[in-house]
Protein backbone atom coordinates (compact mmCIF):
# COMPACT_ATOMS: atom_id res chain seq x y z
CA UNK A 1 0.00 0.00 0.00
CA UNK A 2 1.34 3.62 -1.05
CA UNK A 3 4.13 2.11 -2.76
CA UNK A 4 3.89 3.72 -6.17
CA UNK A 5 2.96 6.70 -4.01
CA UNK A 6 6.21 6.74 -2.13
CA UNK A 7 8.13 5.97 -4.97
CA UNK A 8 6.26 9.40 -6.49
CA UNK A 9 7.48 11.14 -3.43
CA UNK A 10 11.61 10.18 -3.75
CA UNK A 11 11.69 10.91 -7.52
CA UNK A 12 10.16 14.42 -7.26
CA UNK A 13 12.61 15.62 -4.06
CA UNK A 14 9.63 15.59 -1.82
CA UNK A 15 10.10 12.44 0.34
CA UNK A 16 11.79 14.18 2.89
CA UNK A 17 8.68 16.31 3.74
CA UNK A 18 6.46 13.28 3.76
CA UNK A 19 5.09 12.12 7.22
CA UNK A 20 6.55 8.48 5.91
CA UNK A 21 10.46 10.43 6.45
CA UNK A 22 11.89 9.55 9.69
CA UNK A 23 13.94 12.74 9.92
CA UNK A 24 16.55 11.45 12.30
CA UNK A 25 17.30 8.48 10.27
CA UNK A 26 18.00 11.11 7.00
CA UNK A 27 20.05 13.01 9.29
CA UNK A 28 23.14 10.49 9.77
CA UNK A 29 23.65 10.40 5.88
CA UNK A 30 23.70 14.24 5.83
CA UNK A 31 26.60 14.46 8.23
CA UNK A 32 28.27 12.02 6.32
CA UNK A 33 27.95 13.62 3.03
CA UNK A 34 29.63 16.97 4.66
CA UNK A 35 33.25 15.09 4.48
CA UNK A 36 35.54 15.90 2.03
CA UNK A 37 38.51 14.48 0.14
CA UNK A 38 40.77 16.83 1.52
CA UNK A 39 39.37 17.43 4.83
CA UNK A 40 41.54 16.24 8.16
CA UNK A 41 38.78 15.58 10.01
CA UNK A 42 35.70 17.99 11.34
CA UNK A 43 35.01 19.20 14.94
CA UNK A 44 31.36 18.97 15.86
CA UNK A 45 31.02 22.91 15.08
CA UNK A 46 32.28 22.24 11.58
CA UNK A 47 29.66 19.49 10.65
CA UNK A 48 27.29 21.41 12.32
CA UNK A 49 27.97 24.50 10.08
CA UNK A 50 28.01 22.57 6.91
CA UNK A 51 25.19 20.86 7.73
CA UNK A 52 23.17 23.56 9.26
CA UNK A 53 22.00 20.92 12.34
CA UNK A 54 21.65 22.01 15.56
CA UNK A 55 25.42 21.47 17.61
CA UNK A 56 23.61 19.38 20.15
CA UNK A 57 22.07 17.39 17.00
CA UNK A 58 25.12 17.22 15.46
CA UNK A 59 27.23 15.53 18.73
CA UNK A 60 24.59 13.16 19.10
CA UNK A 61 24.85 11.93 15.29
CA UNK A 62 28.52 11.88 15.63
CA UNK A 63 27.96 9.80 18.70
CA UNK A 64 25.99 7.59 16.98
CA UNK A 65 27.59 7.24 13.81
CA UNK A 66 31.05 7.01 15.38
CA UNK A 67 29.39 3.49 18.08
CA UNK A 68 28.21 2.16 14.65
CA UNK A 69 31.86 2.28 13.27
CA UNK A 70 31.29 4.90 10.62
CA UNK A 71 33.33 7.55 11.89
CA UNK A 72 36.49 7.73 13.50
CA UNK A 73 37.24 9.74 16.13
CA UNK A 74 41.34 11.42 16.81
CA UNK A 75 41.21 11.32 20.20
CA UNK A 76 44.20 13.93 19.93
CA UNK A 77 42.40 16.52 18.21
CA UNK A 78 38.69 15.65 18.88
CA UNK A 79 38.13 15.83 15.16
CA UNK A 80 35.97 12.97 13.10
CA UNK A 81 37.08 11.50 9.94
CA UNK A 82 35.06 8.83 7.95
CA UNK A 83 35.81 5.19 8.96
CA UNK A 84 36.83 2.60 6.48
CA UNK A 85 33.96 0.16 7.62
CA UNK A 86 31.76 3.16 5.93
CA UNK A 87 32.83 1.36 2.60
CA UNK A 88 31.11 -1.92 3.54
CA UNK A 89 27.49 0.11 2.55
CA UNK A 90 28.75 0.74 -0.73
CA UNK A 91 29.76 -3.11 -1.50
CA UNK A 92 26.67 -4.68 -2.17
CA UNK A 93 26.13 -2.20 -5.01
CA UNK A 94 29.67 -2.52 -6.56
CA UNK A 95 29.68 -6.41 -6.42
CA UNK A 96 27.18 -7.11 -8.79
CA UNK A 97 28.87 -4.16 -11.64
CA UNK A 98 30.40 -6.15 -14.46
CA UNK A 99 33.02 -2.94 -14.39
CA UNK A 100 35.17 -5.28 -11.97
CA UNK A 101 35.20 -8.30 -14.37
CA UNK A 102 36.56 -5.46 -17.13
CA UNK A 103 39.07 -3.89 -15.15
CA UNK A 104 40.23 -7.08 -13.15
CA UNK A 105 42.77 -8.48 -16.26
CA UNK A 106 44.07 -4.83 -16.81
CA UNK A 107 44.62 -4.13 -12.93
CA UNK A 108 46.23 -7.77 -12.61
CA UNK A 109 48.82 -6.35 -15.50
CA UNK A 110 49.32 -3.63 -14.17
CA UNK A 111 50.00 -5.09 -10.63
CA UNK A 112 52.17 -7.30 -12.14
CA UNK A 113 54.41 -4.69 -13.78
Do not use: W
Not at 92 to 103: F, N, Q, W, Y
Amino acid sequence: MGGRKNTDLVAAGKATKSRQCVRSLARGPEVLKVFDANDRGLSNAEIANRTAFPKPTVSRLTFTLLALGYLHLDAETGRYSLHPHILSLGYPVLSPLSIREVARPMMQEMADS
